[in-house]
């Protein structure tokens, strides 16, 4: 059974940093991209970044040079730090694995960016 449960999301100030971590159960991490997503309120879901098995990873414009997704497979782990935070980065953020042609996701993580 294939479980991904976030973690580490919270309130913080613009400008701050939080990390974010997903860690996956019942599947073999390391062969698998990994990838975060986000949503807001009234939102659509978007793609965050992606990290692929290998190591290679992919942004979504919006959060270029301010966010780094990384992995760690002997934790089965993913994560997102996320620096120079903005309002707008406000969302439940999400982990996702794609196996197949199924996707998993987490339960989400709330992050609110607020002064």
């Known amino acids: 059974q294939v479980q991904l449960v976030e973690s580490g999301g919270g309130l913080v100030q613009p400008g701050g940093s939080l990390r974010v971590s997903c860690r996956a159960s019942g599947i073999t991490f390391s062969l698998y991209a990994m990838g975060w997503y986000r949503q807001a309120p009234g939102q659509q879901r978007e793609l965050v970044a992606v990290i692929a098995s290998g190591g290679s990873t992919n942004y979504a414009d919006s959060v270029k040079g301010r966010f780094t997704i990384s992995r760690e497979n002997a934790k089965n782990t993913v994560y997102l730090q996320m620096n120079s935070l903005k309002p707008e980065d406000t969302a439940v953020y999400y982990c996702?694995?794609?196996?197949?042609?199924?996707?998993?996701w987490g339960q989400g993580t709330q992050v609110t960016v607020s002064s």
């Open positions: 996702k694995a794609q196996i197949g042609i199924v996707n998993y």
